[in-house]
């Protein structure tokens, strides 16, 4: 059973930073391709991005583009989120996700079967 483990959510001032960091076990890390999604309350899960399992071809919600960088250390086993210049669209549950298959990358919740546990981020007010 894949086990992907989320951390370094909390609460943030609005402007701020924090990086996500999502350790997977029980794959072969570099032949998936990985996820980002979050979901606020009342809100449908979304994603924030995703990234090919190399890293190489990476794709951004428009709502994040050019404020979070989604990264991945393959020896680690390690997809990071690093998030930049928060906002209040921003608070919601985090989750990392793998697809059900190997060497597929997508940016549809629907592709993805293996989740996290999620971490929450919240802005301060």
């Known amino acids: 059973q894949v086990q992907l483990v989320e951390s370094g959510g909390g609460l943030v001032q609005p402007g701020g930073s924090l990086r996500l960091s999502c350790v997977a076990s029980r794959l072969t890390f570099s032949n998936y391709g990985m996820g980002w999604f979050r979901q606020a309350p009342g809100k449908e899960r979304e994603v924030v991005a995703s990234i090919s399992g190399i890293g190489g071809v990476t794709y951004y919600a428009d709502s994040v583009k050019d404020r979070f960088i989604i990264s991945r250390d393959n020896a680690k086993n390690t997809l990071h989120l690093h998030m930049n210049s928060l906002n209040f669209e921003d608070p919601a549950v985090y989750y990392c996700?793998?697809?059900?298959?190997?060497?597929?990358?997508?940016?549809?919740?629907?592709?993805?079967?293996?989740w996290g546990q999620g971490t929450q981020v919240t802005l301060s007010s």
């Open positions: 996700a793998a697809p059900g298959v190997e060497y597929h990358v997508s940016d549809s919740v629907r592709d993805y079967e293996h």
